[in-house]
């Protein structure tokens, strides 16, 4: 499941929770070409991925390529992630793989929020501040649901 809003200039937001299907990625580039549309200019982005887990390999690769097909309407994106060594380094081969560098993942958000301060305005860049505060708050674990067993 995921986010995706412009509140305030060029910046755009995402944030993602788990699950992430595929189904779900297929609806982001209309969602982001009804943003840019209204922009004048690239868009900057800040996509909050620190409550994400290891994506399924059919979501990485859509992500991707949307990563390369969006590429030239996006100034910058960061990629937030959270302390999974191993999620980290999933995103950090997506983006490495597609290839686009104005595209960085940080562990660490104030280092995420300051690459993108050097090409936001100051409005922008007050509700980036917003946007990762926000999301700084893990979510409650949501316990799986037990199997049902036949004939109950």
């Known amino acids: ?30 969602q982001i070409t009804r943003i840019h549309a209204r922009v004048v200019g690239q868009l900057v982005g800040c996509t909050d991925l620190r409550n994400a887990r290891v994506f399924n390999l059919d979501v ?19 990629f937030l992630v959270g302390e999974s060594a191993v999620f980290s380094m999933q995103i950090a081969r997506v983006i490495r793989a597609a290839g686009i560098p104005s595209r960085k993942a940080f562990l660490d958000p104030e280092e ?14 007050r509700r980036l501040r917003e946007f990762v505060a926000a999301g700084d708050a893990p979510l409650p674990e949501v316990p799986e649901r037990p199997e049902r067993r036949e004939g109950r």
């Open 112 to 125: 995420g929020v300051n690459w993108l301060a050097e090409v936001l305005s100051p409005v922008e860049l």
């Open 60 to 78: 990485a690769d859509k992500l991707m390529s949307i990563i390369r097909t969006d590429g030239p309407g996006i100034e910058r994106n960061v």
């Open 1 to 30: 499941m995921y986010t995706l809003e412009s509140r305030v200039g060029r910046l755009f937001e995402i944030r993602v929770q788990p699950p992430l299907s595929l189904d779900e990625l297929r609806s982001f580039h209309p």
